[in-house]
């Protein structure tokens, strides 16, 4: 069954993952449409975003955000359509972008919904992407605490997603040298030659740590972290005195359920802090920069319609595939911003 | 033999150590007295200051400086009196702090020794504590990576050496609560009733963990991190969200030859780092900060002749014990600032 105009479906949490979702743990179920009360909108979802920190909620490990409750409808951005407004500043037909979650329709407070318009109308869903969450983690985390100085070399995995993409663009744009690391000689390759970072690394194939020791013979001055694991053992002996390491994810360890065994090497890392004086932070977008978010906007809206930013989506059809997609996400088999067409565009 | 005024005695590295430096690592020569050039000051040590930092630097290991060569004299600040100088800002007898060495006699270039003027002329050894490196150290740690706010809690081991104590003051002075790690029951009630810290736990008695979250019951805002393991192990869980860790050194980890054993708690450093937005950074006080050594000394004069700021020293007497007092440093066997008593104050 596809969307449809008189049922919602929704897939809400049925049990806690034990290392790689799967299929057991999401419901589907099918309810009534909710109705808006006073100052709530009635939204229907056209593209549902699926990010990597989807993983985390799912657990109910302390962290950041509180986890989502078994039998809550999984969360999630999403652009969608104002199917009824109880709100002076939207009315149906409207664009936005809210925390929708994974169903075909949401009622959000309308102050918690942001209001496409003007360009952004022409590609609604980069506001999942480039001009969303994933491009303003990029831009703040690149620039507010990885300060890349020209002529610096910046360093970022997952260099073909949303977030990697746009910290090496934006990188190119502030005059450093680029290199990532992505999964496979094709991503490494349209890394280079549609995203314009100076070389990408392909992790999957062998001594990943020398190979990135060549691409950066004057070591490494930023790290955007997003991935951790090997990645993060490759670069650690590379990072420079005074480099900066934001931190807005290590996806590699989503699934993880056990540390692995062998050396503790948690005082590598500070005595690594320590000899290179670094600096490395974790940042959580919107609670720690969101007062900064208009700032973003502002820039990122200029590089785009000045077309110094390219961007590349993966979109997947229909919400039923948001399970296995999510998976795809976690294990890097995405090739772009992985974004799920829930209904169609048109009203 | 004492210091005279016709030989040098002088400790040089003899070869590395393998864990915990050992006497056969350190070689006492005696020499003539060295000449100094145009420019140049010949000093003779009062006090040398024996600091962690030291075991660093007779290890090859790559670092932050470079190791002291085999055969050359032991890295060290002291505080001296001018011989001879061949310089018109200084004259014989004036008192100043330079990079001496473990020696009776060094010459040095008379632009890289500060002279010691007024009110730090009343107590000459304080140049190499509370009013020289380590207080230093723990101003700009504290307050420029660490950012103290009013009300919130500050963590600081070695509670009674120069930095630990320093950093619990200043955090008072700033509004903080303070809760300090020692060694022993005595240098913990020491901080409490001397250094004024709202409380001292002793890290060898059990349940570290425990007790220190006891005493923090809102979390810890600011570690400022000198020990690293076991009081980092303590530490980690009870860090909140958004807090800062300064990090001057992991003096635990100095004499460590491998790794332990057991589980890679490298990616649960990281995730702490994402999941609390934590901030780490290392820093080198010198490299990093030696712009603002002007800012640090104003500010610690005018506390210290307010008697807002206390400290306590551990001065043993004799250049020949600087080797196993260098090792009580490193085991937290000293009892304040160790510092070495080479020669008399008098000319």
């Not at 997003?226 to 900066?244: E, I, M, S, W, Y």
Request: hydrophobic share 40%; net charge neutral; glycine share 10%.
């Amino acid at each position: 069954m596809s969307q449809n105009s008189t049922v919602n479906r929704r897939f809400v949490l049925a049990s806690r993952p034990k290392g790689a979702p799967v299929a057991e743990n999401f419901r589907l179920e099918e309810t009534d449409l909710p109705k808006p009360a006073d100052g709530q909108l009635l939204l229907r979802t056209v593209y549902l975003s699926l990010d990597p920190y989807m993983r985390g909620r799912m657990s109910d490990a302390p962290s950041y955000a509180p986890p989502v409750a078994l039998g809550d409808v999984m969360v999630g951005g999403a652009v969608s359509r104002v199917v009824e407004s109880k709100d002076a500043h939207f009315k149906p037909g409207d664009w936005v972008v809210a925390g929708s979650g994974w169903q075909d329709y949401a009622v959000v407070d309308a102050k918690l919904a942001r209001k496409l318009e003007g360009d952004a109308l022409k590609h609604p869903s980069l506001a999942l992407g480039v001009l969303g969450m994933p491009g303003f983690t990029a831009y703040m985390g690149l620039l507010d605490i990885g300060e890349p100085k020209a002529g610096e070399t910046v360093v970022v995995a997952a260099a073909t997603g949303p977030v990697g993409s746009l910290v090496g663009q934006i990188a190119k744009l502030k005059g450093c040298k680029v290199v990532g690391i992505a999964g496979g000689e094709e991503k490494c390759r349209y890394a280079v030659e549609h995203f314009g970072f100076d070389e990408c690394l392909d992790h999957r194939a062998a001594n990943l740590g020398q190979r990135l020791k060549e691409a950066c013979p004057r070591g490494i001055d930023v790290y955007f972290e997003n991935v951790g694991g090997a990645v993060f053992d490759a670069v650690l002996p590379l990072l420079n005195t005074k480099a900066r390491v934001p931190l807005c994810g290590v996806v590699s360890q989503y699934n993880a359920q056990e540390l692995p065994k062998g050396e503790d090497r948690l005082t590598l890392l500070t005595t690594a802090i320590l000899k290179k004086r670094l600096r490395i932070q974790g940042f959580i977008i919107f609670d720690d920069y969101g007062h900064r978010y208009p700032e973003f906007a502002k820039q990122m809206s200029e590089w785009f319609a000045a077309d110094k930013i390219k961007f590349r989506e993966h979109i997947v059809q229909g919400l039923e595939n948001a399970p296995a997609s999510l998976n795809d996400v976690l294990e890097g088999k995405n090739f772009g911003k992985l974004v799920i067409q829930v209904g169609k565009e048109a009203e």
